[in-house]
């Protein structure tokens, strides 16, 4: 409980967390699916996952996070794409290519019509919402 106090608290004071003299960063304690109700479709610039580690749990998380994340641009990324998470990276390598079945409604940037998913440092993985 703590923690979150002072998280909450930590966003609402920070400068960089200012608009126009309002805090601009809301924290929502929900489960991450009962979360993104709280979140318009489109909406995120950036949507950074890093929760449950299982397979379904990772799918399910891309799945409903993509549709918030804006197109043309937008980003959706996460962590532990390892061979010590092998389920988060299977989640993200059948979520992000083309045979996903949001594939057409929520299409990724692509290369020669293959969604590009890009890795970096500390098992980062991401990709561009097309």
Known sequence: EG???NLKAW????????RH???????IRKASEDA??????DYFDLVFIDADHTFEAARRDI???RRRVRPNGGILAGH?????HP????AVVVECSSSSSDAERFPLESEDGRPIIR???DSVWWVVRS
């Open 87 to 90: 389920a988060v990276a299977l």
């Open 11 to 18: 966003s609402q004071e920070q400068p960089a967390f200012q």
């Open 119 to 121: 890795l970096s440092s």
């Open 36 to 41: 993104a109700g709280f979140v318009e479709a």
């Open 63 to 65: 799945q409903v996070w």
């Open 80 to 84: 532990d794409f390892s061979l010590f």
């Open 3 to 5: 923690y979150h106090e």
């Open 21 to 27: 003299g309002h805090g601009a960063v809301r924290v």
